[in-house]
């Protein structure tokens, strides 16, 4: 007779929701998915992602990442979709909210000042 595992296994359900506009967020934080995983991407560790974002448990942070992993295909279309939207809302702004050459500006002050000796 074969021996029973003492462990129970159980599946826990995935960490992430959508919300009322359609982002995916992670565990109960108001986290977006796209944040947690450009950070995993840019080969932070999920601890250290956990620590740089306080309302997000680690147990969380794993199970996105580890779910973004899984359903990769799915994760990268949601992720280029916001990305469209977001590129859409900027243009937008732009348009009805010229800059005018302010950042030119800007950064041509910022090089003047950091270019002089006493600067």
């Not at 992430?16 to 967020?25: C, S």
């Not at 944040?35 to 794993?62: C, H, K, M, W, Y």
Request: include cysteine.
């Amino acid at each position: 007779m074969s021996e029973q595992p003492s462990a129970v296994l159980q599946a826990d359900p995935v960490p992430l929701r959508v919300d009322d506009d359609g982002a995916i967020r992670v565990g109960s934080s108001r986290v977006l998915l796209e944040v947690v995983l450009t950070e995993f991407n840019r080969g932070r560790s999920p601890q250290e992602i956990a620590a740089d974002f306080p309302t997000i448990e680690l147990a969380d942070v794993l199970g996105a990442c580890a779910y973004a992993l899984r359903h990769k295909a799915d994760v990268d279309r949601y992720i280029a979709q916001r990305e469209g939207k977001a590129s859409r809302l900027r243009s937008d702004f732009e348009a009805r909210f010229p800059s005018n050459g302010l950042r030119e500006r800007i950064k041509a002050r910022w090089r003047e000042r950091h270019a002089s000796p006493g600067g």
